[in-house]
């Protein structure tokens, strides 16, 4: 149990416990569905690699939420058989994959956002959380290191390759504003120091963006505002499909030991 | 190295005839001498060994779809963690096994080309779908427990590159093994719907397993050389006796039936007896005409078709990075 | 209906070396392809190191490697056999000079 029970209300570090791991289990529920249709069969058991890694994180913070939440469920009710409302990860993650340029887009925004993210939240007041930063961001260095190289050879590839990317770029960009748009939950978050202020990381992201996309000869599009809040619960069209996918099994057989 | 010294290939031993050479190529089989990339070998050695490796590689490559499909669909985040690391795995073993051939002279794209044309066969069991999670877990227990007889002799195989890469492959593959069994044990003991699910998937993956050995040694065409040359060292039948008398206790604990009438214990022979073998069925699906061959083929044509540009630009950066170190050196 | 091959297009082959552990030195484990070295040492990393199998990764195109000729074998290394002196057991130590 976290030391900070006391100091933070239990419900709010529930609901910010599935913000994070909900956005680690969709993303990884996305490019799980890369496997066998990459361009490269290299590519393959890098995506790969990469979705284990974040089903392993989404599988910790999961678990954790449960135990702070108190009513005895485990991660994969949690993560199973929850309605559509109750998932809070935000709206990027949710976006179709497009092709492996528009794959590869999302994976760079979001990879930038955890590794500075995780990065500070490794001193969180939150025991647990801080060690579950610590351990994953090992791994998004990583997995960085692999979105950016790949943004860079398309970005800096053909003339296809650069105009494809380009456009991902324009098109996922308006669902970034969610990442840092702070509400009620983030800023107890960063109050009790269980969570970095965002307009902190907010700042990292947009330098180590700058840095890519400048390597990758891609020009930052403009920001438009947005409305989304899938912080919040409220998702766009795609993520009723990915439950349905994703829980069918449960739903049929409710109970079941799998 | 393999790809450079081939055209350097015949000039040295010129002064050997072919006879002798061989010769000297049987003896260090015979002596369980590794032959390397490098090495001198028969060309019908090269070509076999060719056509066999990467065949084994295309069919871990499609293997990764019919499971691959479920990873979506996985009942519990543990499950689908086992199992986009075992595809992964998979993949990763047709590289290895590409790697493999790519030391005997051919280029990966090269095989790509002709698995993506057809003109290549792979394993015939990937042809059939996984309709139910169930399936998931037969492919585990029956068709990677096949692989994994077929295999380990492989590992003792005289060609060193196969060998080696079936020595990695190998020490990989008894998880999977251990993973499909322990799906299917938890289906077996659960519900009366998930033991139904279980029961209908053995039933349909048992005889394709079974057949995985390939036809009976009467009939198989291959064997006689590959054996004299220690890429395969045990018959087909050899291998489908041991697989069956290995799994029929392990479908008793599981409290499931094999779906033959006629299979039952010989107490003489000490082996199981098991009823005759469809070939006709596995005729069909070998010259490409299973449930699942064409929807296989056109997955993997329209992934390298997708990525063509994707390939292309990687490239292409890498020719520019090429030329502006170029300039900078200059 | 295939996707026709240009040659000119094709990621070359790496060859693979890791070290293991500590102490230990690199080993060739394999090949694969890549279109650059920084794409080779990341798909060496998801290919030969999954089960954290190595600490250190080389790669090396494989037209960059120079391979002695198995023809020649007895040529490069036969001498060796009748250098004797070379070896241990050609001198004879005295039983009274137990560490050598």
Request: charged share 25%.
């Amino acid at each position: 149990m976290s030391a900070t029970l006391d100091r933070v209300d239990a419900q709010a570090l529930f609901r910010y416990a599935l913000r994070l791991g909900d956005l680690s289990l969709v993303l990884g529920q996305r490019l799980g569905e890369w496997v066998g249709h990459a361009p490269a069969l290299e590519e393959d058991l890098g995506l790969a690699n990469i979705a284990l890694d974040l089903i392993g994180q989404a599988r910790l913070l999961l678990t954790y939420a449960g135990e702070v939440e108190g009513r005895g469920r485990g991660e994969d009710e949690i993560a199973f058989l929850r309605e559509h409302g109750e998932y809070l990860n935000a709206i990027l993650v949710e976006q179709p994959n497009g092709d492996f340029g528009q794959t590869i887009v999302r994976q760079v925004l979001i990879d930038a956002f955890q590794l500075e993210l995780y990065e500070r939240m490794a001193t969180s007041t939150d025991e647990r959380l801080a060690a579950i930063a610590a351990k994953s961001v090992k791994e998004i260095r990583y997995h960085l290191r692999y979105s950016s190289g790949w943004l860079v050879r398309l970005g800096d590839g053909t003339e296809d390759s650069h105009a494809r990317v380009q456009s991902a770029l324009e098109t996922l960009w308006p669902y970034t504003v969610e990442l840092f748009a702070e509400d009620e939950l983030d800023r107890t978050m960063a109050d009790h120091g269980v969570a970095p202020r965002l307009s902190d990381v907010q700042v990292a992201w947009v330098r180590r963006i700058d840095e890519i996309l400048a390597e990758a000869t891609l020009k930052r599009p403009r920001d438009r505002p947005h409305s989304w809040h899938g912080k919040r619960g409220q998702h766009s069209e795609h993520l009723g499909y990915i439950l349905a996918e994703m829980q069918h099994l449960q739903r049929t057989y409710p109970g079941a030991r799998w | 190295m393999y790809t450079q010294a081939l055209d350097v290939q015949g000039s040295d031993v010129a002064s050997l005839d072919e006879g002798a050479l061989e010769q000297r190529f049987l003896a260090r089989v015979d002596a369980e001498e590794k032959i390397e990339p490098k090495d001198w070998m028969p060309a019908r050695y090269r070509n076999t060994l060719i056509r066999q490796i990467s065949q084994h590689a295309h069919s871990e490559i499609v293997g990764m779809l019919p499971e691959g499909n479920w990873i979506s669909r996985a009942p519990t985040l543990q499950r689908k963690a086992i199992l986009i690391a075992k595809v992964q795995d998979e993949g990763g073993h047709g590289a290895y096994l590409y790697s493999a051939a790519e030391t005997l002279g051919v280029s990966r794209d090269q095989l790509v080309d002709q698995l993506l044309s057809g003109k290549a066969k792979y394993s015939s069991i990937f042809n059939y779908p996984t309709p139910t999670w169930a399936d998931v877990g037969a492919i585990g227990w029956l068709v990677d427990g096949a692989a994994i007889m077929n295999q380990i002799p492989l590992c003792r195989c005289s060609y060193g590159p196969y060998a080696r890469a079936m020595v990695r492959v190998c020490r990989e593959e008894s998880f999977h093994q251990r993973q499909g069994y322990d799906l299917m044990m938890h289906l077996a003991q659960g519900t009366p719907e998930q033991k139904r699910m279980a029961q209908e998937a053995l039933n349909r993956w048992w005889w394709p397993a079974v057949m995985m050995f390939g036809p009976s040694d009467a009939n198989s065409t291959h064997s006689g050389e590959s054996q004299r040359w220690k890429i395969k060292r045990f018959s087909n039948d050899e291998l489908r006796q041991k697989f069956v008398d290995f799994t029929v206790p392990q479908a008793k604990f599981l409290d499931l039936a094999i779906p033959d009438p006629l299979l039952r214990w010989d107490e003489a022979k000490k082996q199981h007896v098991f009823g005759p073998i469809d070939w006709t069925e596995f005729d069909q699906v070998l010259k490409g005409n299973g449930p699942c061959n064409a929807e296989r083929l056109a997955a993997r044509r329209k992934a390298h078709a997708a990525g063509a540009w994707v390939r292309d630009a990687a490239s292409a950066y890498a020719e520019k990075q090429r030329q502006r170190t170029a300039t900078l050196a200059a | 209906m295939s996707t026709p091959i240009d040659d000119s297009r094709q990621w070359p082959l790496y060859e693979v070396f890791v070290r293991a552990r500590g102490g230990l030195d690199h080993k060739h484990v394999g090949s694969l392809h890549a279109a650059d070295a920084r794409m080779a040492i990341d798909h060496a990393r998801d290919l030969y190191t999954r089960r954290l199998e190595g600490i250190s990764i080389w790669v090396v195109p494989s037209k960059d490697i120079t391979a002695s000729d198995p023809a020649e074998t007895d040529s490069l290394f036969e001498p060796a056999r009748d250098k004797i002196y070379r070896h241990p057991t050609f001198y004879e130590i005295p039983d009274e000079v137990k560490t050598l």
